[in-house]
């Protein structure tokens, strides 16, 4: 596990590359994830949702956006991320992702229950 200040070194070059690069979906993929890591919950959902707009075939961004807004308690939009999510890993061929967040639906169904 990386300490703190590295994860705060990481989210500051990894914001700064996106800004030089908007739509990169990739470093917004990659600085979600790491903002996630760090327990910022929302600011993750954000960046996964922007690099979605930047390429909205990335099958692994709505996975990880879904996780993200069940983290920050945002369930009914984490539901509708895995949806759309879904069905672009199936028009995609991306089994794993597409298989991924069908069990977290699942989950999400039981859990309501």
């Given amino acids: 596990m990386f300490d703190a200040p590295e994860s705060a070194d990481r989210i500051a070059l990894l914001r700064a590359l996106a ?19 760090a ?5 993750a959902a954000t960046a996964f949702a922007a690099a979605i707009a930047a390429d909205p075939d990335y099958a692994a961004a709505y996975r990880q956006l879904g996780n993200a807004l069940e983290a920050a308690e945002r369930r ?5 991320a895995y949806h759309r999510g879904v069905a672009v890993a199936e028009r995609t061929n991306d089994l ?7 069990a ?8 309501a229950e």
Avoid: V
Avoid at 19 to 35: C, I, M, N, Q, Y
Avoid at 76 to 80: F, L, P, R
Avoid at 104 to 111: A, P, V
């Fill in 19 to 37: 800004a030089e690069s908007p739509g990169d979906a990739t470093t917004l993929f990659l600085l979600g994830r790491e903002l996630a890591s």
């Fill in 39 to 43: 327990g910022h919950a929302d600011d």
């Fill in 76 to 80: 009914d939009e984490a539901a509708d």
């Fill in 96 to 102: 794993q992702a597409g298989k991924e967040m069908r």
């Fill in 104 to 111: 977290f639906l699942k989950r999400m169904e039981r859990d």
